[in-house]
């Protein structure tokens, strides 16, 4: 039994731990009361590069490359760059050894620019251009994958050479969740649905190409997913198909691309994909399955993109106001919002905000975070535990923002996107600058 058990009375003046679970590894609190990542306070950041800011520890974006590399150290482990996609980064997890998963022309500049070896490069989406499959060509895209018969087609025509290529498949794994998150369902947007006729019609045009290489199968399940029986589940149905392949057209493939997905925890206690299960049931449903329809064993890639950098990354915020809503709720107005933090109104995501310039002692309240947009949905945190004498000019800091954060930002109302600022070994360092008003100015070219 717990101190906290024994005395329930000390609850309210125990100030919130920093759990390694959301937390990136060394954040603590100062001498000052100040909370520090990467050996910089976050009151230091506010005050330098203003609020609201992200905040990426590079340090734990290595380490989460450095624990994928371990566990699973035959595979292909490519970073998936839409959770967070600028040079930096790219630069971080390429010199770990990860590859780069690209899903747009622009990502793919963007990788290219911070000196990736394209060889090292896999290009997947639903709706790539012409424009941007040729592109991917040009610079010698290590894997490409497709996601329609238009894509066969488009790609064709841009080969110059045999282009390795693999057939994204839906193979009817419904992980649950939010509906927007949902790929592994036969009815939705991306891919070919196991089985098919359309997937069967697929691998013959494909097959008849002598410009086109099939090489292996690529499939993404959804996001968020914890129980790593689903990919056990994928390996088995997605050989069975690779025999099937086999069988009809003599070809053999030798790689199988499982995706990405992996669930990461955004308040204490949410479950996370537990990476040393993922790999023993990946390797027994390989065995398996390759036992069962006599099968070489192909390699195995991933596409980890929200477990590389979510707990990296940390968003500072300046409260503005505090209004006590006389018998309803206390809402804590800050500078930022739905333009910096995107994910609470499109998928009902949960966080967990603590103030970073002062540790609290005193009593506690119940408290709604609002964001600055004229939204009413403009929500960043619902009935969280804040300090009962919260005030404005207090700097708020939210946990577990480095994936699909600064990727889905905005400049709505004409607010500028938030800088990013990377922090190491007590140094911090912008890599993205603030966008200002002349920014948004320059591109509004009318009148």
């Keep these: 039994m717990t101190l906290l058990e024994t005395i329930p009375s000390l609850q309210p003046a125990i100030p919130p731990r920093l759990s390694p679970a959301i937390w990136p590894r060394g954040t603590e609190y100062d001498s000052e009361g100040r909370i520090t990542v990467g050996g910089v306070a976050l009151t230091e950041i506010a005050d330098r590069f203003g609020t609201p800011a992200h905040v990426l520890d590079e340090a734990e974006v290595r380490a989460s490359c450095r624990a994928y590399r371990k566990i699973f150290p035959d595979a292909r482990v490519y970073y998936a760059g839409k959770a967070l996609m600028i040079r930096a980064v790219v630069d971080w997890v390429s010199s770990e050894g990860l590859s780069i998963d690209v899903c747009s022309g622009g990502e793919l500049a963007v990788a290219l620019s911070a000196g990736v070896d394209a060889r090292r490069l896999i290009l997947h989406g639903a709706g790539r251009s012409c424009e941007e499959l040729a592109a991917a ?28 290529v693999l057939l994204r498949l839906s193979p ?21 649905p196991l089985g098919s006729d359309m997937a069967a019609e697929a691998v013959r045009r494909v097959l008849a190409r002598p410009d086109l290489e099939l090489v292996g199968l690529h499939c993404h399940l959804g996001s968020q997913i914890h129980d790593p029986d689903h990919y056990g589940e994928a390996v088995r149905r997605l050989v069975g198909e690779m025999a099937w392949i086999r069988r009809e057209h003599g070809q053999l493939l030798t790689e199988l691309d499982l995706g990405g997905g992996h669930a990461v925890a955004y308040r204490p206690g949410e479950a996370e994909l537990n990476l040393v299960e993922l790999a023993e049931i990946i390797d027994d449903a390989l065995d398996a399955a390759c036992a069962r ?7 195995i890639a991933m596409e980890p993109g929200r477990a590389i950098v ?11 106001s505090v209004k006590r809503i006389d018998g309803g709720t206390t809402l804590v107005t800050v500078d930022g919002g739905m333009n910096d933090n995107l994910r609470v109104a499109l998928y009902g995501a949960r966080y967990e905000p603590v103030v970073a310039n002062r540790r609290p002692h005193g009593p506690w309240t119940t408290a709604t975070v ?22 404005p000019g207090d700097v708020l800091a939210v946990p577990c923002t480095g994936a ?3 990727s889905l930002s905005t400049s709505y109302n004409c607010v500028g996107r938030p800088p990013l600022v990377a922090v190491r070994d007590g140094c911090p360092r912008e890599l993205v600058r603030r966008e200002t008003i002349a920014d948004l100015l320059v591109r509004d070219v009318g009148r």
């Design 172 to 192: 009817g794994i419904d992980v649950h969740g939010h509906p927007a998150v949902r790929t592994g369902v036969l009815d939705q947007k991306f891919g070919f």
């Design 370 to 391: 609002v964001g600055r947009y004229c939204e009413a949905g403009d929500i960043l945190a619902r009935e969280v535990r804040l300090p009962a004498d919260l005030h």
């Design 137 to 164: 060509v040009r610079c010698g895209a290590g894997r490409i994958v497709l996601d329609s018969l238009t894509d066969i087609a488009l790609l064709a025509a841009s080969a110059q050479r045999p282009q390795p």
């Design 404 to 406: 699909y954060h600064h």
């Design 293 to 299: 329809h006599r099968f070489p064993r192909p390699a």
């Design 310 to 320: 979510a707990r990296a990354g940390v968003t500072v915020y300046r409260v503005m």
